[in-house]
């Protein structure tokens, strides 16, 4: 039984974007995004969410990769504050009009 999954793309920031590059030497070809992650509800709170981010964590050094970044909403509490607590920080927020 799958009780948890994690997603890792190379990143498909615009390489101007200074939230994402925020020195010289990251570019998009040393940076990924992490664009999916979840854990069956039932299999929650027993780690395997820090396994899943140490496991991408892992992937990504040996792939080169220099940063991970990831875009997530501000009703997801729980995760925002899952992925602080794995190291991730907030970077920058912005306004998405509902259209």
Do not use: W
């Not at 190379?10 to 990924?32: F, G, H, R, W």
């Not at 069956?40 to 709170?45: A, C, E, L, N, Q």
């Not at 027993?46 to 970044?69: H, N, P």
């Not at 875009?71 to 306004?95: C, D, I, N, P, Q």
Request: charged share 25%; hydrophobic share 35%; aromatic share 8%.
């Amino acid at each position: 039984m799958v009780v948890g999954h994690v997603g890792l793309i190379m990143s498909t920031y615009k390489k101007e974007d200074a939230y994402i590059y925020q020195t010289p030497d990251l570019s998009p070809l040393n940076v990924c995004e992490l664009v999916r992650m979840g854990v069956h509800t039932d299999y929650r709170g027993m780690g395997i969410g820090k396994r899943l981010c140490e496991t991408l964590e892992k992937y990504a050094v040996e792939e080169g990769m220099k940063q991970i970044v990831l875009s997530t909403l501000e009703k997801m509490e729980l995760a925002r504050r899952m992925y602080e607590k794995y190291g991730f920080r907030l970077v920058h927020k912005t306004k998405v009009p509902i259209s």
